[in-house]
């Protein structure tokens, strides 16, 4: 395996932008980073923040596609980066580390898969006070509105992906 690059970022350094197209896997050695949609627009979403010992940009690596957010520092933080090449080496020489990968990989689906009942459980309720004709609670306004605002934003990064192909 190759010698890894460990670079130190300053707070609020981005580390990479949304559609980079850059493979490779950052190991967090100390420090904090958050992973933006829309990074610096009205229509900025934190989709994540990770601390020391997390792993960030392994879905670009694994898929081989455009970076699907921004990663920016939160504090001083200090990442370890894999390659292609580094990553694939790393399934001999450090198992446990790819183990680790794929568990916090399994926990963000996990997560997403939540996410998914929480937008599922929010339209069945929204329809169901509809059809009864009842005024919707400004809870159930509030996550619709925020299911609807990621649903835009996420099909707008998917429809410009879709569109460079």
């Known amino acids: 395996m190759a010698e890894q690059i460990e670079r130190t970022y300053k707070k609020g350094e981005v580390i990479y932008w949304q559609n980079d197209y850059e493979m490779c896997l ?16 009205k ?3 934190l989709v994540k923040q990770m601390s020391t ?3 960030f940009g392994e879905m670009e690596l694994v898929e081989a596609m455009p970076r699907t957010t921004t990663a920016v520092a939160c504090e001083r ?6 390659t292609a090449e580094d990553f694939s080496a790393l399934f001999a020489e450090k198992p ?6 794929m568990q916090q990989m399994s926990a963000r689906i996990r997560e997403l898969t939540r996410e998914y ?3 599922c459980r ?11 004709g009842r ?3 400004k809870k159930l306004q509030r996550e619709r509105q925020t299911l609807s605002d990621y649903y835009h934003s996420y099909w707008e990064q998917i429809g410009n992906k879709l569109a460079d192909k």
């Open 26 to 41: 950052y190991d967090i050695l100390y420090g904090d980073v958050a992973l933006y949609q829309n990074y610096g627009t």
């Open 43 to 45: 229509d900025q979403v």
């Open 122 to 132: 929010v339209v069945a309720e929204a329809m169901e006070a509809e059809k009864n």
């Open 117 to 119: 009942n929480n937008a």
């Open 96 to 101: 446990s580390m790819v183990l680790a990968i």
């Open 135 to 137: 005024e919707k609670s």
């Open 77 to 82: 933080t200090q990442v370890k980066i894999f």
């Open 53 to 55: 010992g997390g792993y």
